[in-house]
């Protein structure tokens, strides 16, 4: 079935560095990638997504990058500031069935 | 325009009780489904809908219930809560796949669940 792998589990930056979180999928038919930020105790918000005609996808300093031949993924953010520390999921979207799969989660810490 | 609105947003089960979570959206989404969310294990996909009238499964099932009667409501049943069942649901919403339009998922507030 549809799986998505998402690394690190983990990640602490110092304020001003920049953060990457890795996501791979196995549904070849996926089509849509989402990435979203939750904030602790609140609901998962989207912050950028990317669609599977596309490389790229730049939004201030976040960027998402997309290598459909080897099913991978990943949210840049750059310039790290401590209100970006939070919980950051990556997600595909199949396009035969339309399931939205998450991936595990990333907890960044940006440390001030 | 309220969103994707959840209820209740916390709850104590025993175990062997019955429950049924609430989902409503008011934005006329095709696609419709519930999440629960456990430390470590990232969001997981319980049951979803393409549209009134049809449902299916998704990562993890077993224990829940749906049904999709109308376009707006979505609501989950627990048939005999079990303590494995502890965790936070969401329920999420979006334009179908299939319109070739945007499809962000909108996700309720989440409902915490205890089973005891």
């Known amino acids: 079935g549809e799986n998505v792998e998402q690394h690190p589990s983990t990640l602490s930056v110092q304020e001003g560095d920049s953060a990457v979180i890795k996501c791979t999928y196995s549904?070849?038919?996926?089509?849509?990638f989402p990435w979203y930020k939750q904030e602790l105790g609140k609901r998962p918000q989207l912050i950028i997504d990317?669609?599977?005609?596309?490389g790229e996808k730049k939004d201030q300093r976040i960027a998402v990058t997309l290598n459909k031949t080897a099913k991978h993924f990943s949210l840049h953010i750059t310039e790290t500031q401590p209100e970006d520390s939070a919980v950051y999921f990556c997600?595909?979207?199949?396009?035969?069935?339309?399931?939205?799969?998450f991936g595990q989660g990333t907890t960044l810490q940006v440390k001030p | 325009n309220a969103g994707v609105t959840q209820t209740p947003k916390f709850q104590v089960l025993k175990t062997g009780q019955s429950m049924t979570l609430q989902c409503a959206q008011d934005?006329?989404?095709?696609?419709m489904s519930w999440y629960r969310q456990d430390p470590g294990m990232g969001l997981r996909l319980i049951h979803y809908?393409?549209?009134?009238?049809?449902?299916d499964q998704g990562e993890v099932p077993n224990g829940y219930n749906v049904s999709r009667s109308t376009t707006e409501d979505f609501p989950l049943r627990l048939l005999s809560a079990a303590p494995s069942q502890t965790s936070v649901y969401f329920c999420?919403?979006?334009?179908?796949?299939?319109?070739?339009?945007?499809?962000?998922?909108?996700f309720g507030q989440g409902t915490r669940l205890t089973v005891v």
């Open positions: 999420a919403s979006s334009y179908s796949t299939f319109r070739g339009s945007d499809t962000e998922a909108f």
């Open positions: 549904d070849s038919a996926s089509n849509y």
């Open positions: 990317i669609r599977s005609n596309v």
């Open positions: 997600a595909a979207r199949s396009g035969n069935t339309g399931k939205l799969i």
């Open positions: 934005m006329n989404h095709e696609y």
């Open positions: 809908s393409v549209g009134a009238g049809i449902t």
